[in-house]
């Protein structure tokens, strides 16, 4: 069993940085997958990014991977995701999820069998 919480959201303006925490609980945290999803309103749950358990492969979605950037703390149980150059349209709930570890960093809730209850980002323009 893992619990996850999320922390770091907030209302920014476009151009502005974050840096959201997932902080995990459970002895799998460190062994896990880790990854970031987000849900705007009226739109479904889309994949962000993921990271390995040893932090040695990553996976990031188009719309963000020269933005956004993950590193995990396992001493901390903690993952990162800083995400930078903030547009309106990265509005909306951030979740961490967490699943065992896998050849291929999944990008489908399914993957997915943990969930934190989520970070709110407002971009305003």
């Known amino acids: 069993q893992v619990q996850l919480v999320e922390s770091g959201g907030g209302l920014v303006q476009a151009g502005d940085s974050l840096a959201l925490s997932c902080a995990g609980s459970g002895r799998s945290f460190s062994t896990y997958i880790i990854a970031w999803f987000r849900q705007a309103p009226g739109k479904e749950r889309e994949f962000v990014a993921g990271?390995?358990?040893?932090?040695?492969?990553?996976d990031y979605a188009d719309s963000v991977k020269d933005r956004f950037a993950l590193s995990r703390d396992n001493a901390r149980n903690t993952v990162y995701l800083h995400v930078n150059d903030l547009r309106p349209e990265d509005t909306a709930v951030y979740y961490c999820?967490?699943?065992?570890?896998?050849?291929?960093?999944?990008?489908?809730?399914?993957?997915?069998?943990?969930w934190g209850q989520g970070t709110q980002v407002t971009v305003s323009s």
């Open positions: 990271i390995k358990w040893n932090g040695e492969s990553t």
């Open positions: 999820a967490s699943g065992p570890d896998t050849w291929v960093i999944s990008r489908s809730v399914r993957g997915y069998p943990y």
